[in-house]
């Protein structure tokens, strides 16, 4: 089906984008468990390959250069030819992934396939993000659901992977299984048809000609940047804290394990108040504002926590306003913005992450050498600059100075009341 089969109208019928928002939402359902199956398989992997851990961690870093390469190119590719041969792109990339490492003992050729699982993620969000906007609707609560997705996958894999280990089963089910996810999403995703993607929505609109260029530039460059840190404050997290409850903590195995899964169940009602708040018209620079605020505070009390049920509810927190959209809600705002190059902005954007996920992973290595301890450190330090980052955002897309509201007047920051 061609990309911009669609109604002489340009507007999807009700049921077509309840077809095509399930087979994209399925999409990151794979893709949160991708996202950290070989982090929770790290001893297994290990021993499969007869390396270190750091090594393992190393080859991690092999998502972040797959993103890296990919995602401008993807961006151009989006708005040039369509949204629908990216998401097949991603899919099929994906399957090689999931495929290949339980199958090669061979280290390069994995790091080709973590390579391949980073472009597999470049090209779905190239082709996903665009998508869901020109869908039309509150584009900014459809984005954030994909978030919801994702966290539930990576809520349900390491209780699958605790469950392996406990059983002594063979690591590779959990890489096996999710290939059957995406050949059923195959079937769906061919019979339904994309939106016109020269559609602009109302929604996307915004009055840059009320921001000057220099406040323009500033918020352009505090969201990318943004971009950073986000994805990287959550990497480090679910590829480094079941070790860190562990080794440092002392916790069991399942317990360990259960502070990820709290993490995504955090992550899950967190999209979810996102979503309800983004309906309600909660100003999106607000939420991001409040979001860093808390999880800094919940990722530092997990640093210092001694007890179990501490790091439980602060994993939880953190899951709930570190992953529970605030991505996606920054990737919003730069798409308002730009409102003309969705594909090629959320590129940009996302190529910020792809650095994380590749520097990420080479950094806690290093670390790792020193104490696992100093990565989660390292981690409140990340939580700090993003925090910065979006509050600089919020003051230089406000034409009165930073003056920011929580349901109207809850919060009230004002420091310079002249417009520029």
Request: charge should be positive; proline fraction near 2%.
């Amino acid at each position: 089906m061609s990309d911009s089969s669609v109604s002489d109208s340009n507007i999807m019928r009700k049921s077509d984008r309840r077809k095509l928002s399930l087979s994209l939402y399925l999409n990151y359902f794979v893709h949160g468990i991708g996202l950290i199956i070989l982090a929770q398989n790290m001893q297994a992997l290990g021993h499969f390959w007869n390396v270190p851990i750091a090594t393992v961690s190393y080859v991690i870093s092999g998502i972040g250069i797959g993103k890296l390469i990919a995602y401008l190119l993807f961006g151009y590719l989006s708005d040039r030819f369509g949204r629908k041969m990216l998401v097949y792109s991603g899919v099929l990339s994906y399957m090689i992934f999931f495929i290949g490492i339980p199958f090669t003992h061979n280290i390069a050729l994995s790091y080709v396939l973590a390579i391949i699982a980073g472009i597999a993620n470049s090209a779905l969000d190239s082709g996903t993000y665009p998508t869901f906007v020109e869908m039309g609707g509150n584009n900014s609560a459809s984005n954030v659901f994909i978030k919801a997705f994702m966290s539930l996958g990576e809520f349900i894999l390491p209780l699958v992977v605790a469950m392996i280990e406990v059983r002594h089963l063979w690591f590779g089910i959990s890489f096996v299984a999710p290939v059957a996810v995406l050949l059923i999403n195959l079937v769906i995703l061919h019979s339904v048809s994309f939106p016109d993607r020269k559609k602009a929505d109302a929604q996307l609109e915004v009055k840059t000609e009320e921001i000057s260029q220099i406040r323009k530039g500033i918020s352009t460059v505090a969201l990318a940047l943004y971009g950073y840190t986000t994805m990287a404050i959550m990497i480090l997290f679910t590829q480094w804290i079941t070790m860190f409850a562990q080794k440092d903590l002392g916790f069991g195995l399942i317990t360990a394990h259960a502070l990820l899964s709290l993490y995504s169940i955090g992550s899950i009602s967190g999209v979810i108040i996102t979503f309800i708040l983004l309906k309600l018209n909660v100003p999106e620079n607000t939420l991001l504002i409040v979001s860093n605020l808390i999880s800094l505070v919940a990722i530092f009390v997990i640093t210092i926590a001694t007890t179990p049920l501490v790091s439980m509810t602060a994993a939880f927190v953190f899951g709930f306003t570190a992953a529970g959209g605030v991505l996606q809600v920054a990737l919003n705002l730069l798409l308002k913005l730009f409102p003309e190059h969705k594909g090629f902005v959320t590129g940009v954007y996302m190529t910020f992450g792809s650095i994380a996920t590749f520097t990420i992973p080479l950094i806690t290595g290093l670390l790792s050498k020193t104490s696992i301890h100093a990565i989660m450190n390292f981690d409140v330090m990340i939580g700090v600059v993003g925090t910065v980052l979006v509050i600089a955002s919020a003051m230089a897309m406000n034409t009165n100075g930073a003056l920011i509201h929580i349901s109207g007047r809850l919060l009230h920051i004002n420091t310079n009341t002249t417009n520029e």
